[in-house]
């Protein structure tokens, strides 16, 4: 079983910033994409941002130029740096990855997610 445990968030004011982290454990042979995704209230849930193995990045239009992804495979962990928040980031913040336990065999497994509110 894989396990998913994300930091947690808290409160910030407008222009903060805020770092979650996500580590994951359990019987892992290899781990793909990593990445961070987040729910706000009465929204569908929307990504934020992934990372692959090798590093290579993609993120959403709104967090561009705010927000950093970044992963350590030797601790099987991923990091969101989040700068220059704003009151339309609080949501609930949710860790993924794409987690092979044998060779060929791989699924997605979520993490149990963390708030973040920027509000004054």
């Known amino acids: 079983q894989v396990q998913l445990v994300e930091s947690r968030g808290g409160l910030v004011q407008p222009g903060g910033s805020l770092r979650l982290s996500c580590a994951a454990s359990g019987s892992i042979f290899s781990i793909y994409t990593m990445g961070w995704y987040r729910q706000a209230p009465g929204k569908q849930r929307e990504l934020v941002a992934t990372?692959?193995?090798?590093?290579?990045?993609n993120y959403a239009d709104s967090v561009k130029g705010r927000f950093t992804i970044s992963r350590d495979n030797t601790k099987n962990m991923v990091y969101l740096q989040m700068n220059s928040l704003k009151p339309e980031d609080t949501a609930v913040y949710y860790c993924?990855?794409?987690?092979?336990?044998?060779?060929?065999?791989?699924?997605?497994?979520w993490g149990q997610g963390t708030q973040v509110t920027v509000s004054p």
């Open positions: 993924n990855a794409d987690v092979a336990v044998v060779a060929g065999h791989h699924y997605g497994v």
């Open positions: 990372i692959t193995k090798g590093g290579s990045t």
